[in-house]
């Protein structure tokens, strides 16, 4: 806050929006807006307000030709549609002539409209136009947004948001973020606006909005940006009812309760069953399978023994403390046994049943939400397959027992993605330490799984499918600090106005924004996958790779063609090619033939024995100016394809034994030979494909966003 | 040609080119550029010249304030960089002035600048700026270009390109093309600018630089489009020497040699050798190992028998008529063996050593093709794999066999993409008719392939990489024809700036702009892939699926997280969603439980037994108002991965032998047993994948992008 009044800002905030209150109003009239805005120091032209002809003659004399005239009215909020504005007015019986024409335009538009009179504006006629707003988004909270304005821009929707309050570092960075912030700076000659001024102005949009929740939106629509300061010109304010922020535990309480429910010490299956085919069936096996060494309590009230292990008739019945209830029956059973569950003390239930919120009956869902609460019960589901955590060989599902233990954690909205998740991991033998279910999240969702991985020992990654937040600032707050520890991935389904529609008839849940969660996730340090496949490479790659140590990517290639079609995917991936010194050149030349191209990519050229590729490698690995390499593999049968991997590892291990731990990705182009050899640069730490020469390059360009974002660089 | 002066247009424009070249001039002066424009019937702004200060004065006042001051110099070409432009002008007194002072910044620009006078023009004040330009493209000759105008959308370069001439259809596809044409259309209440006066202004443009191709480049920027006419406020036009068009056989030619050289009744291997390791042996042992059943005729001056075939001496000594010449002899030996052979009467000669232009040798290339015209000869390569036609079993290359039959041509500019082509095509099984090397492209280039491939029965589609075109026109103009019949899809290497300067060093070839090679590529019907590998799986893909006849496409899935993700995917890849409406909604809803979701994506949920997704399944493929369908499968005990993929190839078959052929692709999510189920899927021509929705919908989305370019739709 930076501008004081006499009467103090917030008061005098406050008291026209217990005004507008008072009056049974949401909107604020033009005049209430800009007192509104001018009381936290943003600026707004001279104006003033004429309620007849006459009056708008001697305003506009006043304030000085040329000027604006615009309809003042409760019940007009889109002037310009309802001809309510009169640009350009030069003189007193344009503005006379101006005022009537209004009017009339008014009652022609809205014959009920309740006229308060026409305000008469100072015309600016220098500086970009900017909008600058803040608006009450239904997954983050109050969050700014800032773009150009103009209807060129509309159409393009060149805009950019964040998380209120907004720090001015923040704001200033929205300022320069948007694509065509080019044009703030000054181009051809023009002069740069006050970059600073506008930086000011959205910080103080931030600053209102989070001093009084019930605006629900702020439109400062446009704002004239000069050299030397930023203007709102027009100010739109709606209020509207304060919703209440929801309810978060601790992270002490988070972790206490995550630990308990990762770590069990026992485990209850409440529905558990000895007949095959049943979940309850499924999960039994699953869990001695999996190899689970903690304490297993079947439950069901007409078994005594399930695979070998005594039954209880409900789970009060246990003599043993238990972490973790297991719910394997129907949905109208869950809140009995869940009141159960709760007075036996455990940490967490996880609901696989369907039949709740997903499927309409959100009233039962509530009800067990509401036994969980009053028992300190967390609840995972309902509706899901359950969940694995590798370290403790627990494999609580009905699909089947993983284990191949990582460092990759991953959880899934769906069910059906929980299972391409598994299929892949297997077929790729990928090193996971959780895969979660987290299906309705009517309770436990993505920011306290973060919360647990985070500190987690066994996990070096979280990878994330999911359709919605229930938290959104919860989520981006726990990303915020997570992320610049550990690298998270989120896929974010429902993306497209198509796909968020799709989202909303599988959960119900209000689709987000796609442009706002991609300013705010980034922001938080998440790396967006693009699809599926890529949230599963990126999870399965990028913990493969060590961090690198700047933004120097060299390719290293026999294949010319292949150096092309890599230097494509460095610039889609946001990867710097370096610019290589003359000192690095002639030491690349000394070991290529003459035809090839040193500079970067480094042509080697396709006939070369293995010693080529092995010395330069080794000096892409030796000078410290070089931090990442991307190697183009061509089949010959002078370096055939296994030859060709068995080097590239043994290089890299022996520069790692030297202390040296560089990214090192490859394309393998060949015969079908190629596969395999990828499969043995991937088992030891060099993430490479065939047949492709973009896989590898976007692995490491999710690396170094992450990197950065985590301020590793 | 619309407008007619009485001297005729193409004279006024004769006169002032020639006049500007007797001057040695190459950029016209603003009057001249738009005596020119006005010629071919372009509207300008009233203006004149003035050579003094008070001329200025009564110029302004007959045309009319405001008016605008533009320095007049043929030394000055960016006038505003140069202080030599004043708008705004108001009155006699600032006329005045204003001529002192842009001719003083004039001096102060450059002081040998000869200054002609300053330009008087009227002042438009209304309308929105548009630049339309005309320029000399190195791969595509003579180019029309169309955007936004302003510094705004400078930054954003929101600019289309079509080629020369351009017809007035192509030209409202450009003005109606821009991604923010909605601006021209008329967004929040303006007028609709007049796109017919803009079309019909682009056109004569392109009859401009058609008629006189001297024109190197025409830039009216801005050309200011008001509701009832489009008027080329600024003109530059510069000339330069006349590019002389490259030379070309014409169709009937190309079939000719094309047809010996892809089906020959004999080859000769010139350097063909005992030695394993050797490319000549390699050649010899891929002819006959590869089950080549013409003549194959070993030339080698040391041998007398080569893998048991008798060896002449020289191509000369072969007592038979030779079609293809294999060259496997160093560069140095190429000209005096390929006199030889162009002596002998060969239709192509198949070059496989490098050491040509690619390596800097140019001079040893041209003589190279300077033989092989004097004697008819067409060349492949040099610097190639060399190439395969699979009816003929025909290997001429040093890689290995390639034995799998079927309807994808595939060509490489590079020999590493063409071994990654190699290796995934045997990998995938994917049927192949013939993949060609092209390499330095001294000859036979992309559009004599295509002219053969046209024609080849063999051949359903046919997919390409290159990193430039050398006839870019040629490729056009072929490629429109050609996509009418079979889709064509082309990978262009060196997308990028950085991936340009790679193709720089590697071809030697000048790097096209990628907006000129997007935006004429599509115009001639070819779908562009995004990377290697979508080349790939568009090429194995896209012949499997039947073309749609509509764009109703409807997501059937068993996994609600699939739908949302699937439907993503639709809009990435341009795919609508069908609307479904209410009579099929029930009838789907018949089929699903009363929790699934109808609608589109059609939800059957994940716990269905196979006759859900059988019966879904059979009605999307019944009801006419549906044309293509993606599946999104679950894994579950209920119904397993092959289960699921046994009863789609068996109700896919059943709608077949009825008679209905609609594309169909499938997304599997589940354990490692979907990657077989998908193979069986794609086996019996249903496109499917396991672990991604991305990549079906893209493989579909690349037929309809087909279709749709060839008027299928």
């Not at 909107?27 to 009381?39: D, F, N, S």
């Not at 629900?216 to 446009?222: I, K, R, T």
């Not at 029956?329 to 003390?345: D, R, T, W, Y």
């Not at 009956?361 to 590798?390: C, F, M, S, W």
Request: net charge negative; aromatic share 6%.
């Amino acid at each position: 806050m930076a501008v004081q009044t006499e009467a103090g800002p917030r008061t005098i905030v406050q008291n026209i929006l217990d005004a507008v209150r008072a009056e049974g109003r949401d909107a604020l009239t033009a005049p209430e807006g800009r007192a509104v805005v001018e009381a936290y120091g943003i600026s707004t032209p001279g104006e003033a307000l004429a309620t007849n002809p006459e009056d708008a003659v001697a305003e506009a004399t006043r304030i000085g030709f040329p000027v604006v005239l615009k309809i003042v009215s409760p019940d007009i909020l889109h002037k310009t549609e309802a001809g309510g504005v009169l640009v350009g007015i030069k003189n007193a019986a344009e503005a006379a002539d101006g005022y009537r024409t209004i009017v009339r335009n008014a009652r022609h538009h809205n014959e009920n409209a309740r006229i308060v009179g026409v305000q008469v504006q100072q015309m600016l006629t220098q500086g970009h136009e900017v909008i600058v707003g803040a608006v009450t988004d239904p997954t983050f909270g109050k969050i700014v947004a800032f773009g150009l304005g103009g209807v060129l821009v509309e159409v393009l929707k060149d805009v950019t948001f964040r998380l209120a309050p907004t720090s001015r570092a923040t704001a200033k960075q929205m300022v320069e973020g948007i694509k065509a912030a080019e044009i703030l700076r000054g181009v051809r000659g023009a002069e740069p606006v006050d970059q600073e001024a506008l930086a000011t102005l959205i910080s103080r949009v931030s600053d209102l909005v989070t001093d009084f929740p019930e605006i629900s939106e702020v439109d400062l629509n446009p704002v004239l940006a000069t050299s030397d300061k930023a203007t709102a010109v027009d100010v739109r304010i709606i209020v509207g009812a304060e919703t209440e922020p929801p309810s978060r535990f601790t992270r002490e309480e988070i972790l206490a309760s995550m630990n308990r429910i990762m770590r069990p010490a026992s485990v209850a299956v409440i529905g558990a069953s000895a007949e095959a085919g049943k979940i309850g069936n499924s999960v039994m096996k699953n869990l001695v399978d999996g190899g689970y060494q903690g304490r297993i309590h079947p439950v069901n009230p007409k078994a005594t023994e399930i695979l070998g292990l005594p039954a209880a008739k409900t789970i009060t019945d246990i003599d043993d403390d238990v972490d973790v209830a297991i719910f394997a029956i129907p949905a109208k059973f869950v809140p009995q046994a869940l009141e159960e569950a709760g007075a036996k003390g455990v940490a967490g239930a996880i609901l696989i049943p369907s039949g709740f919120g997903e499927t309409g009956n959100q009233e039962l869902q509530d009800e067990v939400v509401a036994i969980a609460r009053k028992h300190g019960v967390r609840i995972l589901g309902p509706n899901i397959y359950g969940y694995y955590y590798t370290p403790e060989h627990l494999s609580a599902t009905f699909c089947t027992p993983y284990d191949v233990p990582g460092g990759v954690a991953l959880s899934s909205q769906s069910g059906g993605i929980g299972m391409a998740i598994l299929g892949f991991s297997r077929s790729a033998r990928m090193g996971v330490s959780a895969i979660v279910g987290v299906g309705n999240k009517a309770d436990l969702d993505e920011d306290d799984l973060l919360t647990f991985f985070e500190d987690d020992d066994h996990t070096q990654l979280i990878a994330m499918h999911l359709e919605d937040l229930k938290d959104g600032r919860a989520f981006a707050e726990t990303a915020q600090r997570v992320s610049k520890r550990k690298p998270v991935i989120v896929l974010k389904a429902g993306r497209t106005a198509a796909g968020a529609k799709a989202a909303g008839s599988h959960t119900g849940a209000l689709a987000g924004d796609d442009a706002v969660y991609d300013d705010i996730l980034r922001e938080s340090g998440v790396i967006r996958a693009p699809g599926l496949n890529d949230l599963l490479e990126y999870a399965r790659g990028i913990p493969q790779l060590p961090t690198p140590k700047g933004e120097n990517v060299v390719i290293i290639t026999g294949a010319g063609g292949s150096g092309v079609l890599l230097s494509d995917a460095c610039v889609d991936n946001g990867l710097s090619l370096m610019r290589i010194p003359d000192d690095l050149d002639q030491a690349f030349r000394a070991y290529i033939p003459p035809f090839g191209a040193a500079g970067n990519p480094v042509d080697i050229t396709g006939g070369e024995p293995p010693s080529t590729y092995r010395n330069t490698i080794a000096l892409g690995l030796e000078d410290p100016r070089i931090h990442a390499l991307i190697l183009g593999y061509w089949h010959t049968i002078v370096t055939p394809p296994m030859t060709f991997a068995e080097l590239v590892v043994d290089v890299v291990d022996e520069y790692r034994a030297r202390g040296i731990h560089k990214p090192v990705v490859a394309s393998l182009s060949g015969d079908v030979e190629v596969e395999e050899a990828s499969e043995h640069l991937y088992r030891n730490g060099i993430v490479a494909y065939p047949y492709t020469t973009e896989k590898p390059v976007a692995v490491l360009g999710a690396k170094y966003r992450w990197a950065r974002a985590a301020g590793l660089l």
